[in-house]
């Protein structure tokens, strides 16, 4: 006779009505796919949830860290990391999350890109995907002498929880450019970080607001797309004021595209806006 273990039973259950809401997800018109994309998400982290049940756990106040034995002296650095990204990130976005966020620990890069499929060459310190926080073990690039601050201001937590929180408040409803621009420049605002490497300065050719759009991620130069999305955030912020970039996260909220939350929200044409940031970098983003 066989036993049924309720916990696979449950499991199956969710896969099932995964791939069920994955079909409409994909059947239907762009708007109608917000109401339906925090399920999908919310399956992909109930998966990612019980292909981990056996990790350790640390529980804080606003998260669940997962963890091997090889993290267990880092847990509580990247929980008290994760805690301190909670307020000014939540309050940035004017959302408070109802749940814990999950945060997994891989011990190494391997582990990392066997997570997502990746080739050897690809490398990240943290992801976000399907509700939940993954990150690569803090032993793995932290420098002998580096202390638990240095991990706060230049680790990925705030950039990372930035992509969740992001995510609920617009229910998947943005360009890849426009949540890594702002993603980045949360991270400016909070820990004063800017990735800022010789490759990716804007004195060069840039990247055209459609190759941003189209296909972020095979860009030949991440870092200066990366760049290119910060600056084009930090242009509405910084010229226009921060409230207009919560206008227009607003806007994606209702389910505008980013062109026209961009253009309603400032009052001027995409193709102008365009150009504006780009002038404006020029000038102000010079390294």
């Not at 919310?42 to 990790?55: H, P």
């Not at 680790?155 to 980045?184: C, I, K």
């Not at 055209?208 to 296909?215: A, I, K, Y």
């Not at 991440?222 to 004021?241: M, N, W």
């Amino acid at each position: 006779m066989k036993i049924i273990n309720h916990s696979d039973v449950t499991m199956l259950t969710s896969l099932a009505v995964l791939l069920a809401v994955v079909f409409l997800f994909v059947q239907v018109p762009a708007r109608p796919q917000m109401w339906l994309y925090p399920l999908v998400r919310q399956g992909a982290q109930a998966k990612l949830n019980y292909e981990t049940r056996n990790m350790a756990e640390f529980e804080t106040e606003h998260f669940i860290v997962k963890y091997t034995p090889a993290d267990r002296d880092t847990v509580q650095m990247v929980a008290q990391a994760a805690e301190q990204a909670y307020k000014p990130v939540t309050k940035e976005l004017g959302h408070d999350l109802k749940d814990k966020t999950i945060i997994l620990i891989y011990p190494d890069k391997n582990e990392l890109r066997k997570a997502f499929g990746w080739s050897n060459n690809e490398s990240a310190m943290g992801v976000y995907w399907g509700g939940v926080i993954q990150l690569l073990s803090p032993k793995v690039w932290m420098k002998e002498g580096d202390s638990i601050e240095d991990f706060i201001h230049t680790g990925p937590m705030v950039h990372e929880f930035t992509h969740l929180v992001f995510d609920h408040v617009t229910s998947g409803n943005y360009p890849r450019w426009f949540t890594e621009g702002f993603a980045q420049y949360v991270e400016y605002q909070v820990n004063g970080y800017e990735w800022i490497i010789p490759t990716n300065t804007l004195d060069q050719k840039l990247y055209t607001m459609d190759q941003l759009s189209d296909d972020f991620d095979n860009l030949d130069n991440q870092a200066l797309a990366y760049r290119q999305s910060l600056a084009a955030v930090r242009y509405i912020a910084e010229v226009h004021g921060d409230e207009k970039l919560k206008q227009v996260v607003s806007g994606l909220k209702k389910g505008q595209s980013i062109e026209k939350a961009i253009s309603q929200t400032l009052g001027i044409n995409f193709a102008d806006f365009d150009a504006a940031w780009r002038e404006w970098a020029a000038i102000n983003m010079k390294n």
